[in-house]
């Protein structure tokens, strides 16, 4: 099953060290205002990495040879699974790294290192995407989880919007502080275990679905 | 050895090796307890199917041609010398009569026919 | 010993075609799996694979179950497709390094050994190999790890008939050993001329012969004769009966018997494998 992760990583190597530094520096350049950045670094960097990998897959049709080889579905599965936290750790490091050395030379649009608070918001959202996309994909097959990809950036696009709309309403909630505010220790360990409880369930019905699939 | 197999004649191609070992061995170019090469190696050697040779091979063990050695191979089994010297005498004779016939053809006597002869045993 | 291969009433069934095949191989042999286009030959290969879930029947691999001892089989099989479906963003040494660890007998020296027989470089990139490169890249994976059962879904086509060649002659030295077995699916017949053992011929989903190369060629002939013969014939004896302005051509699935009725008015023809497939398809039986 390592070889599974191993080989994502492979394929995608160029793209990983490029994508992520772009976005990165992309998120903490336009939108240091919020605490998007790390949003960006910590949601939209590993789900469009997957995406990718995904697409990349489906090209190759090597989902053929993946599944001839002598290897149990329940790995296949969970390699995915795993991978998208593998991209989250590189990406927020890769943030981390840029805001620290942006902060260490005093460069002006700085941006906001991430939190333990933040940490956890991007776990349980992390976690909830995955939970629901995941499943799909493995029911359906690339092609048709595209759907749900375009759902999701179409909410991707119009969540930051509301949320400037919400904040420039109550302008007593700048949005940095937000975060802290909503997640306090004992909520966050809660938040935590749930999300766990859902990639779980996630987890069981994407091997129950790629069992019965045909390739 | 030479086994050369023909795909265009009628001729099933087991039967073809069949004959052409049996010449062999009663032309004594394969002597007895000489190794046969085995069905897999004759099959990939004349590209032609396993099953054609393990035929060949069984058919020429029903006749008494050849021995399997468990574990150790194909051999040529011991003739019953009487039955191959028979068979040699055999073709001696067929190519002496092919001899004759042809002498016919062109007239030529006994006596000149037999003189032909002891100059070739001679000198073969 | 049992068969290395069994498939017993296998059935798939989909909307416009449905598979029903029993067939067996047993060690030490190569079967061609033969027919046409769309007969069900790959989704045959694809059901023993569990790339495609059956309806019902059993598929036995070394004696077990396939979908029960998936992985204890698929450890001992070798496949090759017929295309490429590896990662061709990957070198070829990138690429036996993902492969190689999902087996536990990969034996790293063979493959090094077979990378030399094929001439292949290591380090090239999967996209960068030319067709039939890429076929032997395939084929090394499948064998490197000292695989039993060796299924290959039209792995010639798009090649050219030197490399064809070639891969034959490679089939013929993994024969030496009597332990292993080749499935062997292709619709260019005239690949299995030099090699097969057993024949399997499927059609529209369902198996018309399976038996050995030799007995097809010892039994069945290509009939040539006058037209009018064919109010002569037994019936069934002439199958995919073509006529012309000169004459008629068919298939007979027992020479002496046509030799018996026809006598000297008929040429009877030995038949190569492409034959016995192109009459039995069209189906016009006299």
Same mark, same amino acid.
């Given at each position: 099953?390592?070889?599974?992760?191993?080989?994502?990583?492979?394929?995608?190597?160029?793209?990983?060290?490029?994508?992520?530094?772009?976005?990165?520096?992309?998120?903490?350049?336009?939108?240091?205002?919020?605490?998007?950045?790390?949003?960006?670094?910590?949601?939209?960097?590993?789900?469009?990495?997957?995406?990718?990998?995904?697409?990349?897959?489906?090209?190759?049709?090597?989902?053929?040879?993946?599944?001839?080889?002598?290897?149990?579905?329940?790995?296949?599965?969970?390699?995915?699974?795993?991978?998208?936290?593998?991209?989250?750790?590189?990406?927020?490091?890769?943030?981390?790294?840029?805001?620290?050395?942006?902060?260490?030379?005093?460069?002006?649009?700085?941006?906001?290192?991430?939190?333990?608070?933040?940490?956890?918001?991007?776990?349980?959202?992390?976690?909830?995407?995955?939970?629901?996309?995941?499943?799909?994909?493995?029911?359906?097959?690339?092609?048709?989880?595209?759907?749900?990809?375009?759902?999701?950036?179409?909410?991707?696009?119009?969540?930051?919007?509301?949320?400037?709309?919400?904040?420039?309403?109550?302008?007593?909630?700048?949005?940095?502080?937000?975060?802290?505010?909503?997640?306090?220790?004992?909520?966050?360990?809660?938040?935590?275990?749930?999300?766990?409880?859902?990639?779980?369930?996630?987890?069981?019905?994407?091997?129950?679905?790629?069992?019965?699939?045909?390739? | 050895?030479?086994?050369?197999?023909?795909?265009?004649?009628?001729?099933?191609?087991?039967?073809?090796?069949?004959?052409?070992?049996?010449?062999?061995?009663?032309?004594?170019?394969?002597?007895?307890?000489?190794?046969?090469?085995?069905?897999?190696?004759?099959?990939?050697?004349?590209?032609?199917?396993?099953?054609?040779?393990?035929?060949?091979?069984?058919?020429?063990?029903?006749?008494?041609?050849?021995?399997?050695?468990?574990?150790?191979?194909?051999?040529?089994?011991?003739?019953?010398?009487?039955?191959?010297?028979?068979?040699?005498?055999?073709?001696?004779?067929?190519?002496?009569?092919?001899?004759?016939?042809?002498?016919?053809?062109?007239?030529?006597?006994?006596?000149?026919?037999?003189?032909?002869?002891?100059?070739?045993?001679?000198?073969? | 010993?049992?068969?290395?291969?069994?498939?017993?009433?296998?059935?798939?069934?989909?909307?416009?075609?449905?598979?029903?095949?029993?067939?067996?191989?047993?060690?030490?042999?190569?079967?061609?799996?033969?027919?046409?286009?769309?007969?069900?030959?790959?989704?045959?290969?694809?059901? !023993? $694979?569990?790339?495609?879930?059956?309806?019902?029947?059993? *598929?036995?691999?070394?004696? @077990?179950?396939?979908?029960?001892? #998936? +992985?204890?089989?698929?450890?001992?099989?070798?496949?090759?497709?017929?295309?490429?479906?590896?990662?061709?963003?990957?070198?070829?040494?990138?690429?036996?390094?993902?492969?190689?660890?999902?087996?536990?007998?990969?034996?790293?020296?063979?493959?090094?050994?077979?990378?030399?027989?094929?001439?292949?470089?290591?380090?090239?990139?999967?996209?960068?190999?030319?067709?039939?490169?890429?076929?032997?890249?395939?084929?090394?994976?499948?064998?490197?790890?000292?695989?039993?059962?060796? !299924? $290959?879904?039209?792995?010639?086509?798009?090649?050219?008939? *030197?490399?064809?060649?070639? @891969?034959?002659?490679?089939?013929? #030295? +993994?024969?030496?050993?009597?332990?292993?077995?080749?499935?062997?699916?292709?619709?260019?017949?005239?690949?299995?001329?030099?090699?097969?053992?057993?024949?399997?011929?499927?059609?529209?989903?369902?198996?018309?012969?399976?038996?050995?190369?030799?007995?097809?060629?010892?039994?069945?002939?290509?009939?040539?004769?006058?037209?009018?013969?064919?109010?002569?014939?037994?019936?069934?004896?002439?199958?995919?009966?073509?006529?012309?302005?000169?004459?008629?051509?068919?298939?007979?699935?027992?020479?002496?018997?046509?030799?018996?009725?026809?006598?000297?008015?008929?040429?009877?023809?030995?038949?190569?494998?492409?034959?016995?497939?192109?009459?039995?398809?069209?189906?016009?039986?006299?």
């Amino acid at each position: 099953m390592a070889q599974l992760i191993i080989k994502d990583m492979l394929l995608q190597r160029k793209r990983l060290i490029y994508f992520t530094l772009f976005y990165n520096v992309f998120a903490i350049l336009i939108l240091q205002d919020f605490f998007l950045p790390y949003l960006v670094a910590g949601i939209v960097v590993p789900y469009i990495m997957l995406q990718t990998a995904l697409a990349y897959e489906e090209m190759n049709k090597s989902e053929i040879v993946i599944n001839s080889l002598p290897v149990r579905k329940e790995k296949i599965v969970l390699a995915r699974y795993l991978t998208i936290f593998i991209y989250l750790l590189i990406s927020i490091l890769c943030y981390s790294i840029l805001t620290f050395l942006m902060n260490l030379f005093n460069l002006p649009l700085a941006g906001e290192p991430v939190s333990l608070a933040g940490i956890v918001v991007i776990f349980v959202g992390i976690g909830i995407i995955v939970s629901i996309y995941l499943p799909i994909f493995f029911r359906y097959g690339y092609i048709k989880g595209r759907v749900f990809h375009t759902v999701f950036t179409v909410a991707a696009l119009i969540l930051p919007t509301v949320a400037v709309k919400i904040i420039g309403e109550n302008p007593e909630l700048p949005g940095r502080f937000v975060v802290e505010d909503l997640v306090g220790v004992r909520t966050g360990i809660i938040l935590l275990l749930l999300t766990l409880l859902i990639l779980t369930i996630s987890f069981n019905l994407s091997v129950w679905f790629y069992k019965k699939r045909e390739f | 050895m030479d086994i050369i197999i023909s795909n265009s004649v009628d001729e099933p191609i087991y039967e073809q090796i069949v004959k052409q070992i049996k010449n062999l061995i009663i032309n004594g170019e394969l002597e007895e307890g000489d190794a046969l090469p085995s069905i897999r190696n004759l099959a990939k050697e004349l590209q032609i199917s396993v099953i054609t040779t393990k035929r060949a091979y069984e058919e020429l063990e029903r006749d008494g041609f050849i021995n399997k050695v468990a574990g150790k191979g194909t051999f040529v089994a011991p003739q019953n010398q009487a039955l191959l010297k028979e068979r040699r005498l055999k073709v001696v004779e067929e190519k002496l009569a092919e001899a004759v016939n042809a002498a016919r053809i062109i007239n030529l006597s006994l006596g000149e026919l037999q003189e032909m002869l002891k100059i070739l045993y001679e000198e073969v | 010993m049992s068969a290395i291969l069994e498939v017993d009433n296998l059935r798939k069934e989909y909307r416009d075609f449905n598979l029903n095949v029993s067939f067996s191989l047993e060690r030490g042999y190569l079967m061609g799996f033969i027919g046409p286009n769309g007969a069900g030959k790959s989704t045959t290969i694809k059901l !023993i $694979m569990n790339l495609l879930k059956k309806d019902s029947g059993a *598929i036995k691999v070394f004696g @077990l179950d396939n979908v029960k001892n #998936e +992985i204890e089989i698929k450890q001992r099989i070798g496949f090759v497709y017929d295309q490429n479906y590896y990662y061709d963003e990957l070198t070829v040494e990138e690429m036996k390094g993902i492969i190689s660890r999902f087996y536990a007998d990969w034996d790293d020296e063979l493959y090094r050994s077979y990378l030399k027989i094929f001439d292949l470089d290591p380090r090239k990139k999967i996209k960068e190999l030319s067709k039939g490169m890429q076929m032997k890249f395939s084929l090394i994976m499948a064998l490197s790890h000292h695989a039993e059962l060796i !299924i $290959m879904d039209e792995p010639t086509s798009g090649l050219d008939p *030197i490399v064809r060649r070639e @891969l034959l002659q490679i089939l013929s #030295e +993994i024969l030496q050993n009597e332990n292993k077995g080749i499935l062997l699916s292709t619709h260019i017949t005239s690949d299995l001329d030099k090699i097969a053992d057993y024949i399997t011929f499927i059609n529209q989903g369902r198996i018309v012969e399976s038996t050995t190369r030799d007995f097809l060629l010892e039994n069945y002939g290509v009939v040539r004769g006058k037209k009018e013969l064919l109010m002569q014939t037994d019936k069934g004896l002439l199958i995919g009966v073509k006529e012309n302005e000169f004459g008629f051509e068919a298939l007979v699935k027992d020479k002496a018997r046509a030799r018996e009725i026809f006598g000297d008015k008929i040429i009877i023809d030995k038949p190569t494998l492409e034959d016995i497939m192109y009459y039995q398809i069209d189906g016009k039986v006299v």
